[in-house]
């Protein structure tokens, strides 16, 4: 495939069955993800026996659920857009085949980790044919078994794409990027979509990314939802929003939760242009309610589109990270990848992702979830929960700390210089783990240990291009 299609689609969007009768079922939806570990690993390619066995950590590590690529036959290719060009609803992809797929989601089961599959029901793909990766003939409007040409929008703008972004008919009905549009209106594209879901369902899997939902009507949305045969699961909405009109973000939080882009583009200035301050007030902004957004400071588009990623200098993805999981705004998502030279690289290691007992990658795999940092800050965000944002403190535009009630608290210093200052923290006195750079282990730290007298750290120093964070759960 082109280049040309890949840099269309990171600029616009991030992007056989026989027809059944769909049961009636009633609408249950899911609102954030359920339990009392909420944070989403998002193993970016992975195939399903390393996140087998990946699963085992998370579950150690505090991490709730673990979202993963698409799972249905897709076209050939190494790049990693191939994911998201569907062919057919067989369970075959570059990840594995149905048996892996079940393996995985019960390993993930056995470690209290819930898995989050990619799905997509908006499009099939943007190629004039081939055959799929498990062996399928297709071309760009005929699925042999599943779909024909009758099935698909066709919007009358030029090579049927959208050309207008703020046009609610061309963004629902015309092509993104050259990929064919199901008709998921009709009663065949619907009950084929409801049964490649239920596969998934019986499979175990605890809930979905919906891929390109803002391209989807939420009548549709709402129809296919309705009529699975659980409800309940969790769901995130993959609605590119940044303001402004057309198709926005608030339309779908009825059906689950919606990624927050506003939020990852907003962190990516804040931390580059030297203003973290500005991050105060992010929960009062007025954009999705914290209950109803997903958020995340990268994923698979933004980190090969100029925003913060692996590559970012002065530790300002690190930093990110350490805000969102202390800040009190949507449910995280921690997304980890794998090194790359350009923006169509595919995954590394034959899509078996490794990591280093350290924490580090292995094998081109970046293991941004294992980052210590991050890891530490993961354990933070599940003691603090629903607590308070309480005690803000800023130095200069790049220097902020602040506390989640009396449970946790975190310094965060993305500037040139140390800050060197008195923090009221709001926790009991004695001595902390900082789990930025370590963890608690027995009564010991692996790390830097922080003490804290009368609720405060006095004329405590952090070191340029740092943080601190510590809570009642790695009090020595």
């Known amino acids: 495939m082109p280049s040309s299609f890949i840099q269309s689609l990171l600029a616009v969007a991030s992007l056989s069955s026989a027809v059944f009768a769909a049961p009636a079922y009633p609408v249950i939806q899911a609102r954030s993800t359920p339990g009392s570990k909420h944070v989403i690993a998002n193993l970016f390619q992975w195939n399903w026996d390393s996140v087998a066995k990946e699963c085992a950590w998370l579950g150690k590590n505090g991490y709730g659920f673990v979202q993963v690529s698409p799972a249905s036959e897709h076209i050939q290719g190494s790049q990693w857009w191939t994911d998201y060009q569907v062919v057919s609803y067989k369970l075959q992809s570059k990840r594995g085949n149905a048996d892996q797929f079940r393996n995985m989601v019960n390993a993930c089961k056995s470690a209290g980790v819930g898995v989050i599959v990619d799905i997509v029901w908006n499009h099939m793909t943007g190629i004039d044919g081939g055959v799929g990766v498990a062996g399928s003939s297709f071309s760009h409007y005929d699925y042999p078994g599943i779909y024909d040409k009758n099935d698909f929008h066709y919007c009358g703008t030029p090579g049927n794409d959208i050309q207008v972004w703020d046009d609610r008919n061309q963004v629902q009905n015309c092509e993104l990027v050259n990929l064919a549009d199901l008709k998921t209106e009709s009663s065949k594209v619907r009950n084929t979509l409801i049964k490649h879901t239920n596969s998934l369902i019986d499979l175990g899997v605890a809930g979905f990314r919906i891929d390109a939902s803002k391209h989807v009507a939420t009548n549709d949305i709402k129809y296919l939802q309705s009529k699975l045969k659980t409800q309940g699961l969790y769901y995130t909405h993959e609605v590119v929003y940044e303001g402004g009109g057309g198709v926005t973000s608030s339309e779908y939080m009825a059906y689950g939760d919606v990624q927050e882009f506003r939020y990852t583009s907003l962190l990516s200035n804040a931390f580059n242009s030297g203003n973290i301050a500005q991050l105060k007030g992010l929960k009062d902004f007025g954009w999705l309610p914290s209950d109803k957004a997903n958020v995340f400071v990268a994923n698979h588009d933004r980190e090969r589109s100029g925003y913060l990623s692996y590559k970012s200098p002065s530790k300002r993805y690190t930093l990110a990270h350490v805000f969102s999981l202390a800040y009190p705004y949507g449910t995280p998502t921690v997304f980890s990848g794998y090194s790359f030279a350009n923006s169509d690289d595919g995954a590394p290691n034959g899509n ?40 803000w403190k800023q130095g200069d535009n790049n220097q902020i700390a602040f506390g989640r009630g009396s449970v946790g608290y975190v310094i965060i210093n993305n500037s040139d210089a140390k800050w060197k200052t008195t923090f009221t923290t709001g926790l009991p006195d004695g001595k902390y783990c900082d789990v930025i750079s370590g963890k608690k282990s027995g009564s010991s730290c692996t790390a830097k240990v922080v003490t804290v007298k009368g609720g405060k750290l006095t004329n405590y120093g952090v070191g340029q291009h740092n943080a601190v964070a510590i809570h009642i759960g790695a009090k020595l």
């Open 352 to 391: 078996y992702g490794t990591c280093n007992d350290n924490g580090s990658g292995a094998n081109g795999w970046q293991c941004q979830h294992r980052w210590t940092a991050i890891a530490g800050m993961v354990s933070f965000y599940n003691k603090v929960g629903s607590n308070a944002l309480k005690n």
